[in-house]
């Protein structure tokens, strides 16, 4: 269900039939040595194709492009603001609700993309109050996660390069990743880089927060797949809600 | 030279030795029933691989999402404003720039995003004089395509699912080109289409402008490759300014 | 029918009887040694009066300023960006369909202006779908324009303060025309303009773009009254829309 | 020294000569039955072509169209808004500057347009500190229009196509006036009006706001001699001081 | 009746009862050596609290910054912008409207705010036509202050820091007013500063106008009394109206 | 230390030897029956004043109005969009910094604003590096929360009139709660209300989220000043790296 690959004359019903699009999302953005600038956006894409199959939604093209304020000064890292990102997230949102979709999930793969698809998602949802926008990022894998790390996390929200994102790419996409380049960096991050804006170049030089010597595809599957039946839950909760029979 | 396939370790020197983005830009879009829907991605895609492997350029994730407003209310279109495609590609050009890249060429599958693309370039121009911005959309194809096609085209300047586009796709991405459903369909577009909005229902029920029966793999490659060959020397010739070679 | 000099007890039957705007809008913009700066403003103004005789419709005061990007830095040239120009024109169009007209025709003098022009014309397109909005740069002029000149085009859509913008102001508004200082100035205008930022400034030095001294009062005649029969063709064709006449 | 009737030739030094540029500015606007919907219009050009005259000033084009809130709902009425004016203003503004202007006088012809003249000075002025922006609506004419008038305002600050401004019109602009339909309607103003939203059609049918009929040329002479004295001054004093020589 | 002291379970009912909202605004700006920044905050927020009493209104939480353009450079003062201003009060009065609120009075204690206050109230009106919205500004009390005044006035519009205002706070807040540092200070302002932009320190360096030892708390309960009860008679005027006894 | 009671003529020295300007920023939102409408906003300025004590900062009137979709539906809640705070913020940012300020701290009481706090400071730093701008909710009181909280938090980051908002409120404003009316509501908030647009009536009627009952003045001192400490050190950290002195 790959949407882009339908044609005009058999789509409609189709849409009419799953009403459920999915939008993966990521960014452009280092990642250390051991992987790729694409990272996140390898992960959201492999990960929206399995939720699509086991939820009967389409997967619209990737949107490559994303918030990478605090990183944007590593080489690579392309940052798109806020603005941006929310109006065009809103005109995607508004034109497929026209097309008949009544679902919206946002796999994203980038932590900075949160802040602008919560806020498109509420734009969406005044102007369409029987529209469900979803904005997922490994929901539910806070437990998961505690479970399977060896090595303590550097924060409490952030994670990068590390031995958990490592993990997802080894399970995801690991022709992508390079484990021979893989360091163990774990950087001081102060407390004060919660409360005032602080360009990670400020405690790291190499982007990665943690060791990430220590992934493994197992650690990676073992989380992905609780994120995964999690965004399958949820998706179908709000199918049924659009379908009234919830 | 995929860009999102590099990582940030060694990104920055590649960048300082190649200095030229291309970022492919598409749509989604209605087509016909023989063509996807993510027609002119693919095309945009293709050509800038064959286009960055003669100039050294990076090349940046596929922006999928583009203005269709005269095909928005066919199946499948998912349209995007100008202004919000305009601010997209203005951020995305400012840390193209800081990250070093002097060549920004946008390569266009879709000629509703023509008037955003130009916009951003002239305000990234304004912002960063030494900064060589193209937007790209088969340039210098026009007598070849003359030569090439058998029937007359629709419209002076539109060309859509028709025997040339479809020719394009043969050529480039025929796996996806389904010629058993091709149609003949050639509009009467009014005279006023040009000089008052005019969503494309209004004349067309296929979106389909001409014979898409009489595409061929080989007509593609006669105007794709003159495509290719201008846009390489108008990158080329960029790469010459900015190092002051010219 | 020049609609500023009104009054308002009268203007309500006959805006509900015309139904019909005409806005005149040009720039000021250098035009060479022989052509005044606001040459635009008055061609567009002239035609409209012209155009407004045959349809009965109301000429708006013109709008003399416009998006003058390419030519900003010649002396005497005032630039508006697009948006600001959109944004006006929005207004306007507003107003004019509360007022009670349903056909907003633009004659617009200058090419600078086509992007803001239609932008706006789809924006009200979308909020009032029974109000025509027509954009118009001497339409359906392609042709006379080819058997008329006699020297080749610079370019394949610019033409300014040459054979034929000096032939349209010699049949126009002649009094503002000085031939004793008509030059020839074939420059040469690099592909790469087409497809990049480029000042005029980098081609030309007189921003005229071509032979000024072959201009003649009957080459506009034939030109310019070809454009005045297909604007009125089209406005008479709009109003039999909104009259549900067609 | 029409400022669109100059040649780009020239006027590169004519402008460094003057540096003074003055924006007649106006409105579309319902004036009751004997005065013209474009007066406010042509009292602006008509002002300004005398204003000039003595202060080596160039005249732009007038800007015809104004911010006319209050009045919008009359017929005839053409309203833009406060942010598209100030938007436009800026623009200008900025072009001026570049060209060589260093005073930029805006002769207000409509009280309406005050706000955004102000707002759209203080922007410019913050951007470029050593350009003098004037805002003019009939400056210092307050004690010369008490000695003139025979009937009270209606109002503390407004008037409107009533006694004084009808003896603008014919003074500067009689072609335009029809006193055979003057009429007297002094409207009772509610003293909310200056605190709340209140389209005028809450107080008056015809947007006469007092008694047109005892206007006279000579009252207009009168009042508009002081105010050009008076504009005169500000202008001079501006250019004093951008010539340091105050 | 306190707004902010209300609890959620009881205040809908209280709501539905009263329907009238006010909100002091006020600014933070340099109003010499005897007053204090928040001058403007004091006032607005006492008025406000007087004039609730009579009217049986919600006193909103006062907003404290303004709109400060002219003072902006003297020590303490902050300064929002009009656009600021203006969309945090379209925001707020959307959400009072929606709370079942009719009328909303800003009680201005800054001059400079006017603009905003009068703008924000225009645009809401468009929104809601049932709303009323009233800007108020010491309404009326141009009679009284010329009685009241021993010293001439140095502005027609402005006063600031004078013999008027610190007689309004030596009413209001006494508390707050420093007699013995109040100072004399009469400046010459310039004729140009109504027609360009002006900050205040090109014609003074205290920001006082005029002479401020010369305030009595006398002087400020005779003008304001009569502010308090022009506002109690329109906001009742406001309220006969949304309940249509009027 | 009260900012708007100092005065203009003595304020300038005092900036240069503080240098820290505090905003306490709140809302207006319902709170249940126990808690003002206004919690937020003392729970923020009353913190204000004892960090400001502690660390010789001022603390600038307080903003009492804030982000609160979640909860705009409640009686008595008024919403401001993030564009409009955030637009407001860095105007304030502008002024603070430009009047000698170079640690600007919010102290936040209302989680909802937590978006546009961070943005506003992203942008302000932006364009003065050398400006610290602080945004501050409770910081490190996570543990302590945890240790003094009797029952389970009903959310991960959501708490509101709760055991733990109703101590904070009978330790800093005891006199705006009245615990008689508190009540017991823990309400089943779903997983779906962290990944989709969830105003808060779809799984509470009074907004509060959990046991009011249980909350006491010795569990608000505890955490209360824990958090103050905390903001102590993180405002003394920014004057350090400021002053050179880190």
């Given at each position: 269900m790959i949407f882009q690959n339908e044609n005009s004359f058999e789509v409609k019903e189709k849409i009419e039939n799953s009403k459920i699009a999915i939008l993966p999302i990521g960014a452009v953005e280092a990642h250390g040595p051991h992987l790729p600038l694409g990272t996140d956006n390898y992960l959201a894409e492999r990960i929206s194709e399995r939720v699509a199959e086991r939820t009967g939604a389409f997967v619209l093209p990737t949107l490559p492009y994303g918030q990478v304020w605090s990183l944007k000064n590593f080489p690579g890292s392309?940052?798109?603001?806020?603005?941006?990102?929310?109006?065009?997230?809103?005109?995607?949102?508004?034109?497929?609700?026209?097309?008949?979709?009544?679902?919206f999930a946002m796999i994203n793969g980038h932590l900075g993309n949160a802040v602008a698809l919560k806020e498109a998602a509420r734009k969406l949802y005044q102007q369409y109050p029987d529209?469900?926008?979803?904005?997922?990022?490994?929901?539910?894998?806070?437990?998961?996660?505690?479970?399977?790390?060896?090595t303590k996390s550097s924060h409490a929200t952030y994670f990068h390069a590390c031995e958990i994102e490592t993990s997802?790419?080894?399970?995801?996409?690991?022709?992508?990743?390079?484990?021979?380049?893989?360091?163990?960096?774990?950087?001081?991050?102060?407390?004060?880089?919660?409360?005032?804006?602080?360009?990670?170049?400020?405690?790291?030089?190499?982007?990665?927060?943690?060791?990430?010597?220590?992934?493994?595809?197992?650690?990676?599957?073992?989380?992905?797949?609780?994120?995964?039946?999690?965004?399958?839950?949820?998706?179908?909760?709000?199918?049924?809600?659009?379908?009234?029979?919830?």
């Open positions: 392309i940052n798109i603001s806020n603005e941006s990102l929310i109006s065009l997230l809103v005109d995607m949102g508004v034109s497929l609700y026209e097309q008949g979709f009544r679902v529209f469900k926008i979803l904005y997922l990022f490994y929901p539910g894998t806070k437990k998961v996660t505690e479970e399977v790390r060896e997802y790419m080894l399970y995801l996409a690991k022709e992508y990743v390079d484990m021979s380049k893989a360091i163990t960096d774990i950087p001081n991050i102060p407390a004060s880089a919660d409360v005032t804006p602080t360009p990670w170049e400020e405690f790291t030089n190499s982007a990665v927060l943690g060791d990430a010597k220590l992934a493994t595809k197992e650690k990676g599957e073992k989380i992905i797949e609780v994120a995964i039946d999690n965004m399958v839950k949820l998706i179908e909760g709000a199918k049924d809600e659009i379908n009234g029979t919830k």
